[in-house]
């Protein structure tokens, strides 16, 4: 019996567990795309390929598995890249499948004949090409678990027009053993580490463990608030690492964060890279005199940490907290760490307290705070809420907690805009049964607003929230070049797309305006909330860049 190229795509996805793909239709991929939904994989179109990156890549981190999205040749995998980029900086498993010019006319002007590979290449874990159809279950089986061993990130794999029309005898393809999630490696640390960590933990007075979204990957959630409460230690995440442990818990003191760092005198870094994020674990930021102890997958993560460790250990998340809790039983008792937490607590509930008289503003214009609480209050403790922006962004950070494991996501490492209404698409899809709210700027929610149209379409009912303060950022002297948009009616372009619409200039009228749209949500219809919010609102975050020296 003979199988195109095309035919061995779609069974080597459905094969290896794929029940969900991302895409804009185009040649030579059309032939993919039929045979995937042939065989009754669920194939989401969206509006711009970059969005069928990013929602693959939400997919991804809430069901800890590889997302997976297709372009059509030349400027449809072009358009994959910044999707896949910002997969990359994130560290998410995502299958990127292109359909490129016929291999057998390479070099000779071919329609859309571009060098892909060579395009995703520094965006990727890996990048290839298929030359020859039977070898497509081979190398979808290699892309795979390329993404998903050590630190996970998105791969690429070329498809060539002519490999996929090539028609070949199916006893002549070799079909490897399906990707099976349990087998992933997990390297553990030795026992003299695990050795030299407790006693360091021992000696300590002030620990913190500041954790990322390796914790996700390796399924260390449950095995990392154990650790955390048998310690007795106060933990942070980065915002990629959120809701690891919901952040209610009485070991969390989010907004003592920066005592915390200035005064720990041992930092546990678990799971997550030392980068601008958390100012490369660097003073001033850090206490300079703190021992650092740094547990990552990735040897190179370990070879490249900024400043000096005391300890650095290759080893999986999970693997490492269960030795870690095992061996501190007799050793680490609670009580030891109480005058820490004491200090931490008091530092935090004062900026708590502090914190709540901003957020109930009555100003009008709104400011985005009393948005961010109204959102707070009102959302459901199993929310997902994906947040995209920068003043929105930031605001959102400092007080909408998350409860749930990957239960947030947001513009990510890269800092991209535009990925808040495809992340909304890729966590519907992936859990239809929890609510999911995408928090966004106005400037960002622009780039893919087209995407409403995919949440409308594909029967994904996302409440969408708009801080409208008529451009990309805060600027109290609206100085910078570029920054005016105007104040659009996006509620208005909603319900053209056959959606909830409401439009908000009144702090009081958020609360209604988010119940009615909730309301179209849950009976099916994907909402937009658009809110008037002042313009010359600026929040508070620590410098990420430094231009001048």
């Not at 390929?49 to 999205?69: F, T």
């Not at 149209?453 to 009912?461: C, G, Q």
């Not at 958020?510 to 099916?524: D, S």
Request: proline share 7%; aromatic share 8%; net charge neutral.
């Amino acid at each position: 019996m003979g199988l195109t190229g095309s035919d061995l795509v779609a069974r080597a996805l459905q094969r290896q567990g794929v029940d969900t793909f991302f895409y804009l239709m185009g040649a030579p991929m059309l032939s993919v795309e039929s045979a995937a939904l042939a065989l009754g994989l669920r194939g989401i179109d969206v509006r711009h390929e970059q969005a069928a990156a990013m929602a693959a890549h939400a997919y991804a981190r809430l069901l800890n598995r590889p997302g997976v999205c297709m372009a059509a040749s030349g400027p449809g995998t072009a358009n994959l890249v910044t999707g896949v980029a910002h997969a990359w900086a994130d560290g998410t498993p995502l299958i990127a499948l292109g359909g490129s010019a016929p291999a057998n006319e390479s070099g000779h002007g071919t329609f859309q004949e571009i060098d892909q590979v060579a395009m995703m290449v520094p965006c990727t874990k890996w990048a290839g090409r298929v030359y020859e159809a039977r070898r497509i279950p081979e190398m979808i089986d290699r892309a795979i678990r390329a993404a998903t061993s050590g630190k996970p990130g998105p791969v690429y794999l070329d498809l060539p027009g002519d490999v996929l029309f090539t028609e070949v005898d199916e006893a002549t393809v070799v079909w490897p053993a399906p990707w099976d999630p349990a087998a992933r490696p997990r390297p553990v640390a030795g026992a003299a580490e695990i050795e030299a960590f407790v006693a360091m933990l021992a000696a300590a007075k002030r620990p913190v463990v500041v954790s990322g979204s390796g914790i996700f990957w390796s399924d260390a959630e449950t095995a990392f608030q154990r650790f955390v409460e048998v310690a007795g230690m106060p933990f942070y995440t980065t915002p990629q690492g959120r809701g690891a442990i919901a952040e209610d818990h009485p070991l969390a003191y989010l907004r003592a964060r920066s005592v915390a760092f200035a005064e720990a005198d041992l930092i546990l870094v678990l799971g997550t890279r030392m980068n601008y994020v958390i100012g490369h674990a660097l003073p001033p930021r850090f206490n300079a005199d703190a021992r650092l102890i740094r547990v990552d997958i990735d040897a190179d993560e370990i070879a490249a940490s900024p400043r000096r460790l005391d300890l650095g250990v290759v080893a999986d998340a999970r693997s490492f907290l269960e030795q870690a809790t095992a061996a501190m039983q007799g050793r680490v008792g609670t009580d030891a760490f109480a005058a820490w937490r004491e200090r931490l607590r008091g530092r935090n509930d004062g900026k708590a307290a502090e914190q709540e008289a901003a957020l109930g503003s009555d100003a009008v214009p709104i400011h985005p705070l009393r948005l961010c609480r109204e959102l707070r209050d009102f959302l459901p403790r199993e929310a997902i809420l994906c947040v995209d922006g920068q003043e929105i962004l930031n605001y959102a950070r400092q007080t909408i907690p998350t409860f749930l494991p990957r239960h947030r996501l947001n513009s990510g490492v890269f800092g991209t805009m535009g990925v808040g209404m495809p992340l909304g698409l890729g966590a519907k899809a992936a859990c239809p049964g929890q609510p999911v709210v995408v928090l966004h700027g106005d400037g960002s929610f622009g780039i893919n607003a087209m995407e409403f149209d995919t949440a409308v379409r594909h029967r994904l009912p996302v409440l969408v929230v708009i801080s409208l303060n008529g451009g990309w950022t805060g600027d109290p002297k609206r100085e910078r070049p570029g920054r005016e948009l105007g104040y659009t009616r996006y509620d208005l372009i909603a319900e053209a797309l056959g959606g909830h619409g409401a439009f908000v200039e009144t702090p009081d009228a958020i609360r209604p305006a988010l119940e009615r749209a909730m309301r179209a949500v849950e009976a099916g219809t994907p909402g937009l909330v658009n809110v008037v919010t002042d313009w010359r609102a600026r929040a508070s975050t620590a410098a990420f860049t430094r231009y001048v020296t």
